[in-house]
Protein backbone atom coordinates (compact mmCIF):
# COMPACT_ATOMS: atom_id res chain seq x y z
CA UNK A 1 0.00 0.00 0.00
CA UNK A 2 1.39 3.42 -1.12
CA UNK A 3 0.52 6.61 0.59
CA UNK A 4 0.80 9.84 -0.95
CA UNK A 5 1.39 12.66 1.03
CA UNK A 6 0.28 16.26 -0.05
CA UNK A 7 2.37 19.07 0.85
CA UNK A 8 0.77 22.14 2.09
CA UNK A 9 1.40 24.96 -0.32
CA UNK A 10 3.79 27.63 1.09
CA UNK A 11 2.46 31.55 0.35
CA UNK A 12 5.21 33.48 -1.66
CA UNK A 13 7.79 35.71 0.65
CA UNK A 14 6.99 39.03 0.45
CA UNK A 15 9.55 41.19 -1.74
CA UNK A 16 12.21 42.32 0.56
CA UNK A 17 12.79 45.72 1.51
CA UNK A 18 16.22 46.65 1.03
CA UNK A 19 18.06 48.54 4.00
CA UNK A 20 19.84 52.00 3.48
CA UNK A 21 23.44 51.57 4.34
CA UNK A 22 24.77 53.73 6.47
CA UNK A 23 28.29 55.09 5.63
CA UNK A 24 30.88 56.73 8.05
CA UNK A 25 34.22 58.61 7.54
CA UNK A 26 36.64 60.00 9.63
CA UNK A 27 37.82 63.20 8.06
CA UNK A 28 40.27 65.18 8.62
CA UNK A 29 39.29 69.12 9.83
CA UNK A 30 41.13 69.98 6.37
CA UNK A 31 39.35 67.51 4.51
CA UNK A 32 36.05 68.44 6.63
CA UNK A 33 36.24 71.97 5.25
CA UNK A 34 36.63 70.86 1.78
CA UNK A 35 33.75 68.34 1.63
CA UNK A 36 31.63 71.27 3.23
CA UNK A 37 32.95 74.10 0.78
CA UNK A 38 32.01 71.56 -2.13
CA UNK A 39 28.53 70.49 -0.60
CA UNK A 40 27.50 74.62 -0.36
CA UNK A 41 29.38 75.16 -3.95
CA UNK A 42 27.26 72.29 -5.34
CA UNK A 43 24.49 72.92 -3.51
CA UNK A 44 23.99 69.88 -1.74
CA UNK A 45 21.90 69.82 1.61
CA UNK A 46 22.96 66.19 3.05
CA UNK A 47 26.11 64.24 2.82
CA UNK A 48 24.19 61.37 1.15
CA UNK A 49 23.48 63.54 -2.04
CA UNK A 50 27.39 64.61 -1.97
CA UNK A 51 28.48 61.04 -1.27
CA UNK A 52 25.85 59.53 -4.14
CA UNK A 53 27.29 62.13 -6.51
CA UNK A 54 30.79 61.49 -5.98
CA UNK A 55 30.28 57.40 -5.76
CA UNK A 56 28.88 58.36 -9.80
CA UNK A 57 31.96 60.12 -10.90
CA UNK A 58 34.10 57.54 -9.56
CA UNK A 59 32.51 54.91 -11.42
CA UNK A 60 32.42 56.38 -14.70
CA UNK A 61 35.98 57.27 -13.89
CA UNK A 62 37.06 53.53 -13.37
CA UNK A 63 34.75 52.94 -16.55
CA UNK A 64 36.44 54.83 -18.77
CA UNK A 65 39.90 53.85 -17.14
CA UNK A 66 39.08 50.09 -17.87
CA UNK A 67 37.96 50.73 -21.60
CA UNK A 68 41.38 52.03 -21.86
CA UNK A 69 40.53 55.65 -22.03
CA UNK A 70 42.21 58.85 -20.50
CA UNK A 71 40.51 61.45 -18.74
CA UNK A 72 41.50 65.45 -19.24
CA UNK A 73 40.05 68.66 -19.00
CA UNK A 74 40.58 71.27 -21.60
CA UNK A 75 40.77 74.79 -21.05
CA UNK A 76 39.18 77.59 -23.93
CA UNK A 77 42.82 77.73 -25.17
CA UNK A 78 43.03 74.33 -25.68
CA UNK A 79 45.41 73.41 -23.39
CA UNK A 80 44.92 70.45 -21.51
CA UNK A 81 45.43 68.74 -18.41
CA UNK A 82 45.30 64.71 -18.12
CA UNK A 83 43.81 63.39 -14.13
CA UNK A 84 45.99 60.77 -13.20
CA UNK A 85 45.17 59.01 -9.47
CA UNK A 86 47.21 56.09 -8.79
CA UNK A 87 43.79 53.76 -7.34
CA UNK A 88 42.44 54.71 -10.87
CA UNK A 89 45.03 53.84 -12.67
CA UNK A 90 44.88 50.08 -11.41
CA UNK A 91 42.15 49.32 -13.48
CA UNK A 92 43.29 50.11 -16.80
CA UNK A 93 44.46 47.95 -19.23
CA UNK A 94 47.69 46.82 -20.43
CA UNK A 95 49.59 49.76 -18.49
CA UNK A 96 52.19 50.97 -20.98
CA UNK A 97 55.84 51.39 -18.68
CA UNK A 98 58.34 53.06 -20.93
CA UNK A 99 61.42 50.45 -21.62
CA UNK A 100 64.93 51.46 -21.35
CA UNK A 101 67.93 49.26 -22.17
CA UNK A 102 71.00 49.57 -20.51
CA UNK A 103 74.04 48.46 -21.53
CA UNK A 104 76.85 47.89 -18.99
CA UNK A 105 80.48 47.61 -19.86
CA UNK A 106 82.36 44.72 -18.21
CA UNK A 107 83.98 47.53 -16.15
CA UNK A 108 80.71 48.53 -14.66
CA UNK A 109 79.40 45.28 -14.23
CA UNK A 110 82.26 44.03 -12.05
CA UNK A 111 81.83 47.41 -10.28
CA UNK A 112 78.16 46.65 -9.62
CA UNK A 113 78.66 43.30 -8.35
CA UNK A 114 81.19 44.60 -5.98
CA UNK A 115 79.10 47.06 -4.32
CA UNK A 116 75.93 44.73 -4.19
CA UNK A 117 78.43 41.78 -2.31
CA UNK A 118 79.42 44.58 0.63
CA UNK A 119 77.95 44.71 3.87
CA UNK A 120 75.59 48.18 3.65
CA UNK A 121 76.56 51.24 4.68
CA UNK A 122 75.40 52.78 7.92
CA UNK A 123 73.11 55.62 7.63
CA UNK A 124 74.14 59.25 7.53
CA UNK A 125 73.68 61.63 10.42
CA UNK A 126 71.72 63.70 7.42
CA UNK A 127 69.19 60.50 6.93
CA UNK A 128 68.52 60.00 10.07
CA UNK A 129 67.63 63.34 11.19
CA UNK A 130 65.42 63.39 7.92
CA UNK A 131 64.01 60.71 9.11
CA UNK A 132 62.96 61.85 12.60
CA UNK A 133 60.94 64.45 10.85
Known amino acids: MTLKTQQAKKAPLPPRTRRKSKFQADLAPAEDQMVRG ?3 ELQLNSNTDFLSDAVA ?20 GGERKELVLPRLERVAPG ?9 FTPRELESLADLSAREPAPP ?10
Request: glycine content about 8%; proline content about 2%; overall charge positive.
Open 124 to 133: TETLLRAMRG
Open 95 to 103: LALPRVEIT
Open 38 to 40: LKQ
Open 57 to 76: LFRWAVGERKRGRRIFSEAE
